[in-house]
């Protein structure tokens, strides 16, 4: 059975309307094209997703973790509003030892946060949603963006910060609970894969440069199109 992840239950009710309400920290079964999944509402950021994650992994019928939401983008021109992607890494770029301008260095403490089957944690995750998505019996749609995802505890608000996040993480598009979801499914040796529909331009607060009402029915369409199979 495949745990689907969302930060919200706004997002959770977009991408999968005629399901069970679910708030935040529960979970509901729910069946999909015929096959059974539990949904669950982690709540925004790293420490609810981790938490609720940690929970419910623990369960020995969860074979694979699916991650879905909205995100800001760093270039709307390479990953435009609406748009549809899926992470192939996930970046924490809080994690280290912080400079004066609030960069980390993952690797200043010494202390690699974990070891898994693909060697040392420090502050990178790489991920294999192709093949992961296969594992599942997902589908990743035609058009779709592979990206980098980047997690942070407080939202950018500023272009300086988000053009810094860009360039030290090589990151395409910004989030709240990537990592932490990707994490704990390394820790349990699971198939992972995220995908986030864009909903803003990273660090812009004027109104045209977001569209949360948009990206929310591209998630309904991510949904569909995941499921398909």
Known sequence: MLLVLTATAN???????AAPAVGQGGTAGYEIGGRAVLLGVTGVGLLNTALCAGQWLVRPDVDGVVDLG??????????PMGAICFAGAEVWPEYGLLDAHGAADPMGLGFAQAETGGGKVW???ELSPERDAERMGLVLGDGWGRATGVTVSGVTGTRERAD?????????????????????????????LEVRTISNLVGSREPGDWNLKGALRSLHGAANTLFAA
């Open 123 to 125: 502050n990178r995750l």
């Open 164 to 192: 810094r996040l860009r360039l030290s993480c090589d990151g395409h598009m910004e989030n709240m609970e990537g990592f932490a979801a990707a994490y704990a499914a390394a820790l349990r040796g699971l198939p992972f």
């Open 70 to 79: 909205i995100a800001g983008g760093y270039d709307l021109g390479g990953t």
């Open 11 to 17: 997002e959770m009710r977009a991408a999968f309307p």
